[in-house]
Nanobody, 119 residues
Framework: QVQLVETGGGLVQAGGSLRLSCAAS????????MGWYRQAPGNQRELVAT???????NYADSVKGRFTISRDSAKNTVYLQMNSLKPEDTAVYYC?????????????WGQGTQVTVSS
């Protein structure tokens, strides 16, 4: 099993910045990618950014140029630096880890952290 704990959410004014962190514990050796997703009220959960063990990143078009995902493999932690925040970035942000454990493809989710951007 893999456990994910997110920190760093909060309230910020438009144009401000926040940094989210997600620490993984448990059987982390099986993880091959981690990422951030978000869900606003009434909307489906959507991809924000992902990073593979090899450092390949992927971003939603809506956050390109504003958000940066990074990973510290030694700490089993993934970060999301969010700059130039907009009210439409308001959502619960979830960390996700993808991997293969005991020969089975698995996905693990954190509990989520609220990000609120005021106009």
């Amino acid at each position: 099993q893999v456990q994910l704990v997110e920190t760093g959410g909060g309230l910020v004014q438009a144009g401000g910045s926040l940094r989210l962190s997600c620490a993984a514990s448990g059987v982390v050796s099986g993880i091959n990618a981690m990422g951030w997703y978000r869900q606003a009220p009434g909307n489906q959960r959507e991809l924000v950014a992902t990073v593979t063990n090899g450092g390949i990143t992927n971003y939603a078009d809506s956050v390109k140029g504003r958000f940066t995902i990074s990973r510290d493999s030694a700490k089993n932690t993934v970060y999301l630096q969010m700059n130039s925040l907009k009210p439409e970035d308001t959502a619960v942000y979830y960390c996700k880890a993808d991997g293969i454990l005991t020969g089975i493809v698995r996905a693990y989710w954190g509990q989520g952290t609220q990000v609120t951007v005021s106009s």
